[in-house]
């Protein structure tokens, strides 16, 4: 079995090396900076024609205490959006759910909120008699607004102007919605251009079991609450399994005894669920049903016999929606992958002898402290997989966050024969494959063209955002065959 390390990328920009990366970096540095003064300086200005404009022309409302004006707020996966300036008095929140998922908009101080919202409802939260200052929003729907639906709505006394309003947008667009190409096409080309960033930790490092004496596979883990740099720079305090997100990677064979002893360091009572493993209904890890929590402080070993070939997976099933999310899932695997060795399908056949070049998982997440993630890393420290050309990849996705992620390759359809990691009797091809929560698809693939080639969820808001690329994107680094 080969397991990815991480090469050097061959054909990726290295930004640590680079005069000219480096200088890109500042560039972006700067950039980022010179937004951040100009938002300021629009706050500045808002108050300053305020206090000029005694008219109060233009903006949502009239002069007078009483004034009622109407914010419209948007929704989107993971965003909040508009133009959130008010003058003080009512204030209507018009709110639209642009997404495709479920969310609501909570106004943290006031402790009012909208009902849940499907993708393209709208609900309107009348907030009277709103004094100046600033208002939290959030949708309270777990894990969204750690993944970047929180804000603020600026409440001042004067009426905000049509100058003014644009300055409350976070982003490169111009008054009027027109936006500025040189500075949205630098800042998402230089974000792209930072790929591949090295960061500190890595996660699904294959654990070592110890062999008891009547041949028992041991394996010992610890959950604790870490700190993990899940982009340059960007340290979140993660739930992990020894250390790491995601956490180890458990391999046995068909019919070993298999024992996982943990400890639980992290806040919260918790146990381990091994998710499409069949087990003794005790050892299925559901507290309070099948077993006590493991209180904090406390140590409890799994034990069973893993019978049948599975592509698996273990997390926390007491509080999942805090602790998994946060990052307490890895891989787990028995026996051998389910290979359509000698298949054709749609015309190719797969050889009698196959095994793969390199064998990676693909956790995705979305969600907790985490966040849009793959293998517990957002763009640009996703890891590059670095391989020679003619190789053949198995990847096995899980998705372990809160929404379906329709992955996709470039160049190379994946063939698909596993769901779950149960054999398909019907193998396909497919270069987008849609991983909703829980489940986990097999694939192989064969890197036949050189190049570097992304490799991304096809949700565009897991990718990109006007701050830049970022979240669920990595890439094949496929080298070229060199005749010798
Ligand atoms: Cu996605």
Redesign the pocket.
Same mark, same amino acid.
């Given at each position: 079995m080969t397991v990815i390390e991480k090469p050097a990328a061959p054909r990726a920009p290295e930004p640590e090396q680079s005069d000219n990366s480096r200088t890109l970096g500042s560039l972006v540095f700067f950039g980022m900076t010179g937004l951040l003064i100009a938002l300021v300086g629009a706050l500045l200005v808002i108050g300053v024609i305020g206090l000029l404009d005694d008219d109060g022309d233009g903006g949502a409302g009239g002069t007078g205490a009483a004034a009622t004006s109407t914010v419209d707020v948007q929704l989107s996966?993971f965003a909040i959006a508009g133009n959130l300036l008010a003058e003080a008095g009512n204030v209507n929140l018009a709110v639209t759910n642009a997404g495709s998922q479920q969310h609501d908009l909570v106004v943290e101080e006031l402790g009012t909120q909208t009902r849940l919202l499907n993708g393209g409802d709208s609900d309107t939260l009348a907030l009277d008699s709103l004094g100046a200052g600033s208002y939290t929003l959030f949708c309270s729907v777990p894990g969204h607004r750690e993944s970047g639906m929180e804000t603020e709505l600026i409440v001042s006394n004067e009426p905000p102007t049509g100058e003014a309003a644009a300055g409350g947008s976070h982003s490169a667009h111009g008054a009027d919605g027109e936006y500025d190409a040189e500075a949205m096409d630098a800042i998402m080309v230089e974000s792209m251009l930072a790929f591949p960033a090295e960061t500190e930790g890595k996660g699904n490092e294959i654990l070592d079991p110890e062999i008891l004496p009547d041949g028992t596979k041991k394996f010992v883990l610890e959950a604790s609450v870490i700190d993990w740099e899940v982009s340059p720079g960007e340290f979140v305090e993660a739930w992990a399994y020894n250390g790491q997100v995601p956490g180890p990677q458990i391999i046995v064979e068909v019919g070993d005894k298999v024992q996982v002893e943990l400890t639980n360091n992290t806040p919260l009572g918790t146990d381990i669920h091994f998710h499409g493993i069949q087990t003794p209904n005790d050892q299925d890890g559901v507290s309070p049903y099948t077993q006590d929590p493991i209180k904090v402080g406390e140590t409890f070993t799994y034990e069973f016999v893993a019978d049948e070939p599975r592509i698996g997976m273990y997390h926390a099933h007491l509080h999942s929606q805090i602790s998994v999310l946060n990052g307490m899932f890895a891989a787990f695997r028995i026996g051998e992958r389910p290979y359509p060795r000698g298949e054709t399908i749609s015309g190719i056949t797969i050889p009698e002898d196959f095994e793969p070049d390199v064998e990676l998982p693909m956790v995705?997440n979305?969600a907790g402290t985490i966040g849009?993630t793959l293998n517990g890393k957002s763009f640009p420290a996703t890891e590059p997989l670095v391989i020679n050309q003619g190789d053949w990849i198995a990847v096995d996705y899980y998705n372990e966050?809160l &929404?379906?992620?329709?992955?996709h390759q470039h160049q190379f359809p994946q063939l698909v024969y596993a769901k779950d990691g149960i054999p398909l009797d019907n193998p396909y091809w497919a270069d987008t494959i849609n991983v909703a929560p829980g489940e986990r698809y097999s694939v192989i693939f064969h890197a036949e063209d050189p190049g570097v080639w992304v490799w991304?969820?096809?949700?565009l &808001?897991?990718?990109e955002r006007e701050e830049g690329m970022f979240?669920?994107v990595t890439a094949l680094v496929v080298q070229e065959d060199e005749p010798t």
């Open positions: 996966e995705l979305d849009l966050g &929404t379906a992620h329709p992955m991304h969820c096809h949700i &808001t897991h990718v979240g669920m």
